[in-house]
């Protein structure tokens, strides 16, 4: 049985073959996204941009410059977190994806996350945080994580948002932090349920058994 490094490769290959909405017509590669299939925070993004079609892979332009900056703050690097896009070729011009586009894209992202089984989500763009918080407005939730199953989901701003409004640099520096407290708590969760199993009782004897006592 292939583990669970090989089954995101596999993933990704189709991805890179992926013809189910018309984006792939466009797009240069496909960016199935990339980390360790054992990565404790997952990333999620909107969509390739010029560079990351150049290259396949995710987060290679000023944003991910800005990002790795970001993940020092918390002694981390890129190639511990595994990072990825709500869709997986980029829209021509850089233009939202369209509601259809991302429906589409959906299997793929759901794969990832479980086979990652991330212990933190954390949405980078609005179409990833419309999945988890419908309706909210990132300036008033950012930073803020919502438990879902034994994950913890945090809504930040775009790094990209932050080179252009340079006050959101702290901003981000500030939700970047709460990071380890985070994936903490959803350990703890994770445990918490483990040990709330109930223990496995030996089975009652059956009832031929039982009449011969
Ligand atoms: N912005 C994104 O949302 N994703 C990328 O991969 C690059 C820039």
New binding site residues.
């Given amino acids: 049985m292939p583990n669970r490094t090989e089954e995101l490769e596999q993933v990704a290959e189709q991805v890179r073959a992926c013809t189910r909405c018309p984006l792939y017509k466009t797009a240069t590669k496909g ?1 199935p996204g990339e980390g360790p299939a054992n990565a404790d925070i997952m990333m999620i ?5 010029f560079h ?1 079609d150049q290259q396949g892979r ?2 290679v ?1 000023a ?2 410059k800005f990002l790795d900056e970001l993940l020092s703050h918390i002694n981390l690097k890129r190639s511990d977190i595994f990072i990825t ?1 709500v869709v997986k070729h980029r829209p021509p011009n850089n233009r939202d994806p369209l509601p259809e586009e991302i429906e589409a894209c959906r299997p793929w992202l759901d794969q990832q996350i479980e086979l990652i089984q991330p212990k933190v989500i954390v949405t ?2 609005r179409f990833a945080m419309a999945r988890w918080f419908p309706n909210e407005k990132i300036s008033a939730i950012h930073g803020k994580a919502k438990r879902a199953g034994n994950m913890m989901i945090v809504p930040m701003f ?1 790094p ?1 948002a932050a080179l252009h409004n340079i006050n959101l640099r702290p901003v981000l520096i500030e939700d970047f932090k709460k990071l380890p407290n985070y994936i903490e708590q959803a350990k703890k969760a994770d445990a918490g349920a483990s040990a709330a199993q109930p223990i496995p009782q030996p089975k009652d004897p059956p009832a031929e058994q039982l009449k011969m006592f």
């Fill in positions: 960016v993004g909107e969509g390739p941009g990351e995710p987060f332009g944003a991910g896009n980078i763009s775009h990209a």
